[in-house]
């Protein structure tokens, strides 16, 4: 495998409480060994109901014009029944399995047969061959980032036959939105069935696989940290970016076309959903290096929260205020609609510069310029589980001065945006900031816990020096 073990340093150093030691023992982070009750019941309540919220959000826009209380009060009042319900629900098709294999075989083969070229002609742009962060048992992965390049190449060639090949109508993917959700579920269950199976059979590093004991948990969470097939194919990596994110923006597209289909012209809140989450998805892309040493590779093993998360809950719910702009054209007014991008942008401002701050930090060991001062730190040791003592330093300046995971508010806000855009007829567009409220503050919560445990008495200096999480003089 393109993975390499490193020797012991006796002193290494981390920035920002994100360990790069190469003597971390296994155990100092990831996932959990032991499962408590609270775990075990979310873990089983996401398994029976995940996809079942999934499933209500579309069928409630196919059916009920994306109004939530629909179903409930039809089955309630007698005038419909589950069974009704269910009968009018678009099955799986041949045509839509057709395109759902053809995606996926696509957007494989950019991922493994086509070397990233995008890193020669781009300025600041990092890609090509790449390593990860050193995993709880001390393994470094090499990764091909070539992210961007998948997302331009899907992109030209959605455009190219939009304006000049015809080859299929830009509305594919809305006409086919239900029976694609269970080609989505099928490939989702699939993989994270896969990757538990060869978990216990053929794991790609066995030292760095977790076992609970219990089987709901290791199939939600996880058993291996970086499962992969042959030199280059890592599950993490392609499932967290392709095909899901990929997507995003060719489903944005494909409403947009529909809105234009049924009402004969795209809303400015179209516009400003297609513009805002599209500075994201490309942000995401551009800075897929950077993705590496965030918490979803260090920290999350791939199971069913991954494989099937990124399969069928990231491209069916984060996309809802494209949906629901289809069902309800919204026109926002001149103020409104500047109001939501102005929101946005200084949304994504925030969280770029704040990881940005955080990534220079690391990356000149704190000798670096933030806000055109010196940087601010706290110096921080931890003793690992092999008995050696490492060396630490925590950021207090910039953005990271302000609150602890401030970078957090940017995502808010943009989140924020993408619902604002579509008005205040119907709860349905608003789940995603919802969802990332809670998302995020668990995020926040989970860190924290880890960090109080790592640092001790350290991590009581830096949060005194500074004491909000997210919001300052809130929370």
């Known amino acids: 495998m393109a993975a ?17 030691d190469r003597t971390a023992s296994q155990g100092q982070w990831g996932r959990a060994w032991k499962v408590d009750w609270f775990s075990l019941a979310s873990v089983i309540f996401l398994l029976l109901f995940a996809p079942f919220i999934v499933y209500y959000f579309i069928m409630a826009c196919d059916q009920y014009s994306c ?9 309630v009042t007698g005038h419909a029944r589950l069974s009704d319900i269910w009968a009018k629900t678009p099955p799986i098709t041949r045509k839509a399995a057709q395109l759902y294999t053809l995606w996926v075989t696509f957007q494989v083969l950019l991922y493994t047969s086509l070397p990233d070229f995008c890193h020669k002609f781009l300025p600041g742009y990092v890609g090509g061959i790449q390593e990860g962060a050193v995993t709880p048992a001390g393994v470094v992965n090499k990764y091909q980032i070539n992210g961007l390049q998948a997302w331009l190449l899907t992109h030209l060639l959605w455009f190219a036959n939009a304006h000049l090949l015809s080859w299929f109508s830009p509305t594919i993917i809305f006409d086919n939105w239900i029976p694609l959700l269970w080609c989505a579920n099928i490939l989702g269950y699939a993989v994270s069935t896969f990757a538990m199976v060869k978990g216990y059979f053929f794991p790609t590093s066995a030292r760095d696989c977790k076992f609970t004991g219990n089987f709901f948990y290791n199939y939600m969470m996880g058993i291996e940290f970086n499962p992969r097939i042959g030199k280059w194919f890592d599950f993490k990596l392609f499932f967290n970016g392709r095909p899901g994110i990929v997507a995003w923006t060719l489903i944005n597209l494909s409403f947009a076309a529909k809105q234009r289909e049924l009402h004969s012209h795209v809303t400015n809140a179209m516009v400003l959903v297609n513009v805002l989450q599209a500075i994201y998805v490309i942000d995401f892309f551009w800075n897929e290096t950077w993705y590496l040493k965030t918490i979803d590779i260090c920290h999350d093993h791939f199971g069913w929260y991954l494989g099937w998360g990124d399969c069928v809950w990231l491209p069916y719910l984060y996309t809802l205020q494209g949906l629901y702009l289809v069902y309800h054209p919204v026109q926002l007014s001149t103020p409104h609609a500047v109001g939501v991008l102005l929101l946005g942008l200084v949304g994504y401002y925030i969280f770029r510069v704040a990881n940005h701050q955080k990534d220079l930090f690391r990356h000149t060991d704190g000798r670096c310029l933030i806000w055109g001062r010196k940087p601010k730190v706290i110096e921080c040791s931890y003793t690992s589980a092999d008995g050696q003592r490492h060396h630490s330093k925590l950021l207090v300046s910039g953005f990271w001065g302000v609150a602890r995971h401030f970078n957090y508010v940017g995502d808010l806000m943009g989140s924020l945006a993408y619902c604002l855009a579509c008005g205040g007829g119907h709860l349905l567009p608003y789940f995603y900031i919802i969802y990332m409220a809670i998302l995020l503050t668990h995020r926040c919560l989970r860190d924290e816990h880890r960090c109080a445990s790592k640092y001790g008495r350290d991590w009581e200096r830096y949060t005194a020096a500074v004491p909000y999480r997210l919001l300052p003089g809130i929370f």
Request: aromatic residues 0%; without cysteine.
């Open 67 to 75: 109004a939530l209380t629909g179903p409930v009060v039809d089955i």
């Open 4 to 20: 390499k073990s490193q020797p012991n340093i006796p002193k290494a150093k981390s920035l920002d409480g994100v360990t790069n």
